[in-house]
C-alpha cells in the first residue's frame, strides 16, 4: 500500500468498518453495557481522526491540490474540509454527553448517530469526488510527494496500526454477538 489513494481507501475502509459496528452498539439497550461499548468508538473516532486522518487531508493533500490543480472547484474543497470542523465539533459534543450523564443515554445515541452519519457522508464524498480523481488532480510525482508525506505522519506518531487493530478486534468481537 504505497499511493496516497490506497492510504486513504484503508484509513476510510476502517472508518466505515467502525461505524457500521458503532450502528449494532447502538442498538444496545443496557445503559451499563452500552457505555462500556462506545467509549471504545468515541475514542477511537477521535484520536484516528484528529491524528492520523484529516491532518493528512487538510495538511497534505487539501494544500497540494489547491497548489498544483486547476480541475478541481476550491468551493468543494472547502466543502470537504469544512465537514473536518463539523466533525470535530461534534464528536466533542459526543464526549461531553458521554461524561454528563452516567445514567441517561438517549442525548448521547443521538449526538452518536449524528457523527457516524456525518462521517458516512463525508468519507463517501472525498471517495467519490477526491480519492477516485486524484490522477486527473495531481500528477504522479506530485502523488508521490503526498503518499511519502502521508507515511512520514504515520511513522511520526506510530500508534496508528494499534488503532486499526484494536479498533478490529473490537469490531470482530461485537460482530459475532
Known amino acids: 500500500m504505497n499511493t496516497a489513494a490506497e492510504i486513504l481507501l484503508d484509513e476510510h475502509k476502517t472508518l466505515f468498518d467502525a461505524i457500521e459496528a458503532t450502528k449494532k452498539v447502538q442498538k444496545v439497550k443496557d445503559v451499563e453495557l452500552y457505555r462500556k ?6 475514542s477511537f473516532f477521535k484520536d484516528f481522526t484528529e491524528i492520523y486522518h484529516h ?3 487538510e495538511k497534505i493533500l487539501y494544500k497540494k491540490i489547491l497548489k498544483h490543480s486547476k480541475n478541481i472547484d476550491n468551493k468543494i474543497l472547502n466543502e470537504i474540509s469544512g465537514n473536518h470542523h463539523e466533525l470535530d465539533e461534534q464528536i466533542i459534543l459526543v ?3 458521554y461524561n454528563e450523564n452516567e445514567n441517561e443515554n438517549n442525548k448521547l445515541k443521538k449526538a452518536v448517530d449524528k457523527y457516524i452519519n456525518l462521517l458516512f457522508k463525508h468519507i463517501w464524498k472525498e471517495n467519490i469526488i477526491l480519492i477516485k480523481n486524484l ?9 508521490k510527494s503526498v503518499a511519502k508525506s502521508f507515511i512520514k505522519l504515520d511513522e511520526k506518531y506510530e500508534k496508528k496500526k494499534k488503532l486499526q487493530n484494536d479498533i478490529t478486534k473490537l ?7
Open 37 to 42: 461499548l462506545i467509549i471504545n468508538f468515541i
Open 55 to 57: 491532518p493528512k487531508e
Open 95 to 97: 464526549e461531553q454527553y
Open 135 to 143: 490522477s486527473y488532480l495531481l500528477d504522479e510525482k506530485e502523488l
Open 171 to 177: 469490531i470482530k468481537k461485537i460482530s459475532s454477538k
